[in-house]
C-alpha cells in the first residue's frame, strides 16, 4: 500500500465523517428549532382564547366603568400572579357592553380611568382616549382594545387570553374604534 | 530555591504556560499609551468580571419563576445576611459597566483607533455594546417587580410593529400568550446562559486582537494612517521607542481599575439595591412603569415622537445606527487619528452627548404623562382662587374635579403634558377657551361631552382670570373691525 494511498484514505475518512456529523446535525436540528418555535407553532395548545366569566352582571351598573379581573385561561402553575389580567368593563345602557384592555394601544402600559373627565389615560407615555375607548390625544394609533363579549344568564362573559399588541390584535378589535 | 518558587517550576515544567505569559505581559507598547486615556477598557473587563462573581453569588438565591422571582428578591434583600449587598453590587455594577463601555467607546473613537489595521477591533466592540446594553436589559427583567412586567409589555409591543413577523416576534419572545412565566424563564436563559457567553467570547476575540495588533498609539495631528506604511510605523513606535506593558504602563489600569471597584463599593453602601418596586401583579394598575438609567431616553423618545413617525424609525432607527457604527472603520480607515484635526468627529460625539443627556433628562421629568394624582393632591394656588367671583370659582372646583391639573399646570405645580395655563387668557380669547375646551384639538381631549354648558361656562370664566393683572386680556381684534367700533387699528 502507498503512503499516496493512505492519504487519499483518510482525507475521505475525514470528508465522510463531516458529511455523517452533518446529517445527524440536520436530524438534531429539526427537534431543537420545533422545541424553540413552539410558542410560534402552538402544537400543544389548542387556543390560547377562550370564553371567560367576569361575574354577575350586577357588578358592572348602567353608565359606569369598572375595573375587572379574571385568571388567563392558558397559565402554568408558577405563573403567580402575573395569570390575573386586569380589564376594563363599560357597561353603556345595561344592552351595551364595551370591554378594554387594559393595555394601551401604544405600548400596552396599564390605563387609568378617570370617570370624573370620563377618560383613560396612560401613565407612560400620556396616551387619552375617550370613554368609548376612542383615541383622545398622545402617542397611540388607535383606540383601546376590545374583547369580544357575551351574557348568559346574567355574566358577562369574553373571549381573551392573548395580551394584545399593536401588531396582532386581529382578535381583539370587535367593534374596536380604529383612528386614521 | 524556596518552596514557592519550587512549586512555581513544578507547574511550569507541565502547563509551560510562564514564558508565554510573561512575554505577553512585557509586549512593547507605544510610550505615550502608558496614560489615563488608555485604563477603560481594563475597567469595563474588571466590572464584568464583578458582573460574573455577583451574578453566581445571586443566582444561589435568586428563583427564576414568575410566582416566585419577587419573593426571592425580598429574601435577597431581607432576610439573607448581606443579601442587599451582593444585589446593590450587581445592580450598580451593571450601571458602571454601561458607563464604562461608552466611555471606552467615546476614547478609541476619538483617538482613531478603529481605522487601519483596527477595523475588526472596533466592530467586535460594537458588538460588545450592544450585548452589553443586552445584558442590562434583560438584568432589569431579572428584577422581576412592576417596572419588569410592563417594560416586557413595552418591548412586546414594539416587537409586534416589525411587519410580517411582529406577531410571532412576540409569541418567541414571551413564550406564550401573555407576560408570564415562559418569559421570565427565557430572559433567564438569556441573562445568564446566551448573552454572557457571547460577551465572553467578543471579549476574548476583542482582547486578542489588542495584543495582535498592539495598542493604539497616542494620535498626533499630522501623523496620518496609510494602508501602505502604517504597520512599519507602528512597529518603529513600539520597538524602537516603545516601552513593556507591564510594568510601565499596566500600573494605570490595575489603579483605576481598582478605584472603579471602589467607587461601585461606595454606590452600592450608600444607595443600597434596586428595588424591587411593586409586585409583578397586572391587575394593580395604580403604577407609572419607568425603564433603568441608560433606557430612559429611549422613554422620551417614545413619548417624543409624532405617532406616524414611531413605528418606523423604531424599527429602522436602530438598525442604521448599527450599520453606521460597523461601517465607520470601512468609510474612515486611513487618515487623521488626533481629534484636533477632526471637527466632524468632535461635534458628533457632542452632538450625541447632547441629544442623548437631554433625552434622559426629560426621560427623569416624564412631561409627556399626565400627573394622575395632580387633581387631587396638588390644589389651585390661592392667589388664583382670593377675591374672585362666585362663578370663577365654580370653575376652579370643575378645573380640579375634571382632572385638567393633571396635564396643565398652575403656579409650576401639577402636570406639564399641555401647556401651563397662568397666563392663557393673555393667549386665547373667550371664544378661543370655549372652542378649545370643547373640541379640544392639539393633543388636547375634546371635553364638550363631559362638560354641561353651565360648566363650560365656569371654567371658561375661570381661565379668564388667569392672567398678570398689569396685562391686557387677548382681545378679538377682527371682531371690532366687524363691530365697525375702530378699536382694532394698532396702535403704537
Known sequence: ?180 | MGLIQRVGEWFDLRLQLGAPLRETAEHPVPRETASWFYVFGSAALTCFMLQIVTGILLALIYVPSAGEAWNSLQTLNHDISLGWFIRALHGWGSNFMVAIVLIHMVQVFLFGAYKFPRELTWIVGVFLLLVTLGMAFTGQIMRFDQDAYWGLGIGASIASRVPVVGPWAVSLMLGGPIIAGAALSRFFALHVFVVPGLLIAFVGVHLLMVLKLGINEWPMPGRVVRRATYMQEYRELTHKQGIPFAPNAVGKDILFSGFILLAIVACAIHFGPFGPGGKPDPTIIQTAPRPDFFFLWLYALLSLLPPSAETPILLIGPAVGIIVLLALPFVAGEGEKSWKRRPIAVLTILLIAVALGTMTHLGQHTPWSPVMNAWSSEPIPSQYVHGRTALERRGALIFQAKQCHNCHSLDDRGGQRGPALDSVALRLTEDQLIRQVIQGGGNMPAYGKNLSPAETTALVAFLKTLRPANQAPARDASRAVALGTGESVARP
Open chain 1, 1 to 180: 500500500m502507498s503512503s499516496q494511498n493512505g492519504v487519499s484514505r483518510r482525507a475521505m475518512m475525514v470528508k465522510l465523517g463531516l458529511l455523517f456529523n452533518g446529517i445527524v446535525g440536520t436530524f438534531l436540528a429539526v427537534p431543537i428549532v420545533r422545541y424553540l418555535l413552539s410558542p410560534v407553532t402552538r402544537e400543544k395548545k389548542s387556543a390560547y382564547e377562550s370564553w371567560l366569566s367576569l361575574g354577575a352582571l350586577e357588578k358592572f351598573p348602567a353608565g359606569q366603568t369598572r375595573l375587572a379581573t379574571y385568571r388567563n385561561p392558558v397559565v402554568n402553575s408558577w405563573d403567580g400572579e402575573t395569570g390575573d389580567i386586569a380589564c376594563w368593563v363599560r357597561n353603556v345602557d345595561d344592552q351595551d357592553f364595551q370591554i378594554f384592555a387594559i393595555n394601551c394601544a401604544h405600548l400596552g402600559c396599564p390605563v387609568r380611568w378617570f370617570p370624573q373627565s370620563n377618560l383613560f389615560m396612560c401613565p407612560c407615555h400620556g396616551g387619552a382616549y375617550y370613554q368609548d375607548g376612542s383615541r383622545a390625544s398622545g402617542p397611540p394609533e388607535r383606540g383601546l382594545f376590545q374583547y369580544p363579549y357575551k351574557i348568559e344568564q346574567g355574566t358577562l362573559l369574553i373571549k381573551a387570553g392573548e395580551m394584545p399588541t399593536p401588531g396582532r390584535a386581529a382578535n381583539t378589535t370587535h367593534g374596536g374604534t380604529t383612528w386614521a
